[in-house]
């Protein structure tokens, strides 16, 4: 199939009610027009039109993304995230699309667990004594433009699609909406539905050639790098990598003592820490900002409990739950156990446990019964699809979503079955939300 006739079918309206449909998260957070999914779905059909013909006719301009802040920890800058409209959200999930069929074979998509399972199984073979760990400083913000469209220009011919792409990544952020703002000349924004893939696309040639060095295994998660190798080879791959990095304009943190960015060492001496994980003879952990992280939030849940006028001991416990075991929702598995399934550090589950038993008596609710990290740890090893320990949110008929919106506090009896999915697949995302927050930064040093 030819470029553009592959680009018109993704930009159909048939195809772009269903990338509506299916793809477009159910996040509330709106754009700079303030125009949530629930406004949007009333004029759908008129804006799905404008982007078919402005799209395909080589005309379509986004509105400026809204600026969102997300704390990475005391003494950090804060991430800069870029919020499009509804709209926008489409018409770049239809890039997203487009650029993973078109660059299929330079596109990494691996979760960081697959990633840290290869590392681990490599560390227990002991087929290298050492690593190197790298760090891109400032890499979103870093990735110069020109040579991102000359790399994409490779395999993409078409003006209208590349003047499309180019249009999305120099589109500026802002906190609030105003006129005469300059467009982006360097950088692709992050937040973005394309903004993986781009990145994934403009380092494609330095994964290649790194993944077909026998002297290494390599591994790259975003910007961050581990290389497991040997002693005597650490000087030259450093020095070679640094200098494919400079040729894309990139540059790689340097390598200081004590630094969780940029290191290197010995894997029987050293430990070190890679996508949130802990490594160390053996032992695969939790980095301690992870498990504060978690602390933290299940405390947050017990005053929130304190506090609340209703204090239903009942939602109380579903929270909690939630919280430990993680669940499965719109086929993807999600929470804080999910994300760290391939640690072995079965005393950090035990202490964990350990911690809600005392929240419990200290809150009066030791009645509650509350799950189990080290069960659920369990669960997810041996048989996180088939488990019932585990809530699958997906296998959900109507009386099930019932029942969680009872919990919930809302009544289900006058709402139709639709309205009774809608109110459910909402809430449920608001939780899951609150679930990923918790391992939100966890596998970036940045």
């Known amino acids: 199939m030819k470029v553009f006739e592959q680009f018109r079918r993704i930009y159909s309206i048939s195809s772009l009610s269903e990338i509506h449909d299916k793809q477009i998260p159910t996040s509330p957070a709106m754009g700079v027009d303030n125009m949530s999914q629930e406004i949007f779905i009333g004029m759908r059909e008129e804006q ?19 600026l969102k802040l997300i704390s990475k920890g005391q003494g950090k800058s804060p991430r800069e995230i870029s919020i499009p409209t509804v709209r926008d959200r489409i018409v770049l999930k239809g890039l997203c699309i487009f650029l993973q069929i078109r660059f ?16 681990k199984g490599i560390c227990i073979t002991k087929q290298y004594d050492s690593f190197i760990k790298l760090d891109v400083s400032n890499f979103y913000p870093s990735i110069p433009h020109e040579k991102l469209i000359r790399r994409l220009r490779k395999r993409i011919k078409s003006a209208e699609i590349l003047n499309l792409i180019e249009c999305s990544i120099s589109t500026p952020t802002v906190s609030k909406p105003k006129s005469g703002v300059a467009k982006n000349t360097q950088g692709v924004p992050q937040g973005l539905s394309i903004s993986n893939v781009l990145a994934s696309i403009y380092l494609s040639n330095i994964d290649k050639r790194y993944e077909g060095d026998d002297r290494l295994k390599y591994f790259r998660y975003v910007d961050d790098i581990l290389i497991l190798c040997n002693w005597e080879d650490i000087l030259d791959i450093r020095k070679d990598i640094a200098k494919r990095f400079s040729g894309l304009k990139l540059k790689i943190h340097a390598e200081a003592l004590g630094s969780d960015k940029s290191t290197s060492g010995r894997l029987d001496r050293e430990g070190f820490s890679y996508l949130g994980y802990s490594f160390k003879e053996g032992l695969v952990t939790v980095r301690l900002g992870s498990v504060e992280k ?4 299940i405390l947050t849940i017990f005053t929130g409990y304190k506090h609340s006028k209703l204090k239903s001991e009942e939602f109380l416990m579903w929270r909690l739950n939630l919280r430990i075991t993680g669940c499965i929702f719109n086929k993807k598995s999600k929470g804080w156990l999910f994300f ?8 950090l589950l035990h202490e964990l446990d350990f911690f809600v038993d005392k929240l419990c008596k200290r809150f009066n609710v030791s009645n509650l019964e509350i799950k189990k990290f080290v069960r659920s740890h369990y669960q997810i090893q041996h048989s ?6 585990i809530q699958n949110f ?9 029942r969680v919106l009872s919990i919930f506090g809302k009544a289900t009896d006058k709402m139709s079955e639709q309205q009774i999915r809608n109110e459910f697949n909402r809430r449920i995302a608001r ?16």
């Open 294 to 297: 978690l602390r933290e939030s």
């Open 48 to 66: 799905l039109e404008i982007i078919n013909r402005k799209v395909l006719a080589g005309k379509y301009a986004f509105t400026s993304y809204r």
């Open 394 to 402: 997906d296998l959900y008929n109507v009386n099930d979503m019932s």
């Open 104 to 119: 299929r074979e330079d596109i990494k998509d691996v979760l960081p667990q697959f990633v840290v399972k290869t590392v």
């Open 431 to 446: 939780q899951v939300r609150d679930l990923e927050t918790d391992i939100q930064n966890a596998g970036s040093t940045n």
């Open 340 to 347: 760290f399934s391939e640690i072995n550090d079965e005393s």
């Open 384 to 389: 996180r699809t088939e488990s019932k320990y």
